[in-house]
């Protein structure tokens, strides 16, 4: 699957044309008073001919504009998502005299911002709202932001199931693998859109739509997988508003007192920097061993990140992430941001964050060093784009940017034993609000007095009995293991209030 996500998800290119603007659709319904909707969409295809081309169809929607089957929500998203506005089609649906839009803002800061447009044909005017009426706060959140799913399941759109409407006339194979019960939904999906289809032509507002050829079901695929991204709205639309989401994280990151201090530091993380250098460069390794001891004395043993959805990947960019004032729920666009997936907002978010900080970092810092890498899909990237020259390897750079951490502060320990990377792992269940029995990890003196837990720790993640192994959905390996020991030996042969520790080493069992 991954090896065909590589694949789907190549970045298209840069568009010449730019989105349209707030200020340019608050003119345009100004000098246009009696306009309706259609008139509207005739204005968007002169302004901006691709903005009609990329879109996606609700049949279902928690929306105030409502939506069916044969008439769905449209979102029109554009080739940058920047500008997206959605309409409706019967006139008995509720919202139906309603255009509703979200802008993306970068001045004074990356931010949204929702706008509605509202027609009255009785009186013969519209409206412009003002910035982020109230009634888009209740389910937008405040500040705002856009509202959809993530990878490959879209609730209540068309091409709901990674942008298939599967060919049920002429497909053969159609419905392999499917229980019967799914095979019903996909089914009356196929027909309702076929529906749909048959009107859409003399329609007077989707008929201003652009569908692109090359499916029976466009602007969707009649098979999932297709490569051919022309053919999947809903996962373009997802990575174009990902990656304008990322900016707007970057903008709250900013605002946090401690951002320029620890940016450089936060840059590493992202670039996972703690699997790149080497195990010699240890006052680099310490930085990172400095992370955790400072989450934990911070957080008071509670892990939020793995207590949000976050399992099994608890890692220092999400301990200084937290730190500096993002939690799970920022990277997701759910309404309802329930657990971590590995195509859902992070994946996305995340990288595109990691690009936008190196580009501001290196705004300020010219001589910060191009670098060469592999992304998340495997694909080799240079940042910044187009650099020939001077390239450092990941490696490199990370000792770069850490070298400059060294020796700053601000990441106080609570005591002079490293908490090894190992015990991220336990921490994420035996924290104070987790699931397993509380485990005092974040207080060294404290569990070092308990010689008891220590050697149970010792006997269950050294046992090769699986009923009792620690943790449980993994193996440690010996380096893991050996890491482990040495902590706990230390800790059992150290005063952490005078800071002195044995220089014996322990044996693993």
């Known amino acids: 699957m991954r090896l065909q996500i590589v694949v789907i998800c190549l970045f298209l290119s840069s568009f010449a044309l730019s989105a349209i603007e707030v200020e340019q659709v608050e003119a345009w319904s100004t000098t246009h008073p009696s306009a309706q909707i259609e008139e509207f969409l005739e204005w968007v295809k002169i302004k901006d001919p691709s903005q009609l081309s990329w879109f996606t169809l609700m049949r279902k929607t928690e929306s105030s504009q409502e939506a069916t089957p044969t008439d769905p929500r449209a979102i029109v998203f554009g080739p940058t998502a920047k500008f997206i506005f959605t309409f409706n089609g019967a006139p008995t649906s509720k919202g139906y005299q309603e255009i509703e839009m979200i802008f993306f803002r970068e001045i004074p800061q990356a931010?949204?911002?929702?706008?509605?447009?509202?027609?009255?044909?009785?009186?013969?005017?519209?409206?412009?709202?003002?910035?982020?009426?109230?009634?888009?706060?209740?389910?937008?959140?405040?500040?705002?932001?856009?509202?959809?799913?993530?990878?490959?399941?879209?609730?209540?759109?068309?091409?709901?199931?990674?942008?298939?409407?599967?060919?049920?006339?002429?497909?053969?194979?159609?419905?392999?693998?499917?229980?019967?019960?799914?095979?019903?939904?996909?089914?009356k999906e196929w027909i309702d859109f076929r529906e749909f289809l048959k009107k859409k032509d003399s329609h007077s507002r989707y008929s201003k739509l652009e569908f692109p050829e090359g499916s029976p079901v466009s602007p969707y695929s009649p098979s999932g997988r297709n490569f051919n991204y022309r053919l999947r709205p809903n996962l373009k639309l997802t990575e174009s508003l990902m990656s304008l989401h990322a900016k707007t994280l970057l903008s709250k990151l900013k605002e946090h007192p401690e951002f320029n201090k620890e940016k450089r530091l936060l840059l590493a993380s992202l670039l996972r920097c703690e699997d790149q250098i080497d195990a010699k460069n240890s006052a680099e390794k310490n930085v990172f061993t400095e992370l955790e001891v400072r989450f934990l004395k911070y957080d008071k043993g509670t892990v939020p990140w793995n207590h949000k959805g976050y399992t099994g990947d608890i890692s220092h960019r999400h301990y200084l992430l937290y730190l500096l004032g993002l939690e799970h729920s920022d990277f997701s666009l759910e309404r309802r941001p329930t657990k971590w997936s590995y195509f859902g907002g992070e994946l996305y978010s995340e990288e595109n964050l990691m690009m936008d900080l190196y580009a501001s970092i290196k705004k300020e810092d010219p001589k910060l060093p191009a670098f060469h890498y592999y992304d998340q899909y495997s694909r080799e990237v240079t940042l910044p784009?187009?650099?020939?020259?001077?390239?450092?390897?990941?490696?490199?750079?990370?000792?770069?940017?850490?070298?400059?951490?060294?020796?700053?502060?601000?990441?106080?320990?609570?005591?002079?034993?490293?908490?090894?990377?190992?015990?991220?792992?336990?921490?994420?269940?035996?924290?104070?609000?987790?699931?397993?029995?509380?485990?005092?990890?974040?207080?060294?003196?404290?569990?070092?007095?308990?010689?008891?837990?220590?050697?149970?720790?010792?006997?269950?993640?050294?046992?090769?009995?699986?009923?009792?192994?620690?943790?449980?959905?993994?193996?440690?390996?010996?380096?893991?293991?050996?890491?482990?020991?040495?902590?706990?030996?230390?800790?059992?042969?150290?005063?952490?209030?005078?800071?002195?520790?044995?220089?014996?080493?322990?044996?693993?069992?």
């Open 111 to 187: 931010r949204w911002e929702m706008r509605k447009l509202s027609f009255s044909p009785q009186d013969k005017k519209n409206s412009f709202s003002g910035p982020n009426p109230s009634q888009c706060l209740s389910c937008h959140q405040n500040p705002v932001r856009p509202i959809w799913s993530q990878y490959d399941i879209w609730k209540g759109a068309y091409g709901e199931n990674d942008d298939a409407i599967p060919d049920f006339d002429n497909d053969k194979y159609v419905g392999g693998g499917l229980t019967e019960e799914h095979l019903i939904v996909r089914k």
């Open 385 to 509: 784009e187009g650099a020939t020259e001077d390239l450092r390897t990941l490696p490199e750079l990370c000792l770069e940017l850490l070298q400059s951490r060294i020796g700053q502060g601000g990441t106080e320990a609570s005591g002079p034993i490293p908490l090894k990377s190992s015990f991220a792992t336990c921490v994420g269940c035996h924290h104070k609000n987790g699931e397993a029995p509380y485990l005092p990890f974040e207080d060294p003196e404290r569990l070092k007095d308990d010689k008891t837990i220590i050697e149970l720790i010792k006997n269950r993640i050294g046992t090769a009995d699986p009923n009792l192994r620690m943790p449980p959905l993994r193996t440690l390996s010996e380096k893991e293991r050996q890491g482990i020991y040495d902590w706990l030996f230390s800790l059992l042969n150290s005063s952490v209030s005078k800071g002195t520790t044995s220089n014996k080493s322990a044996t693993m069992p």
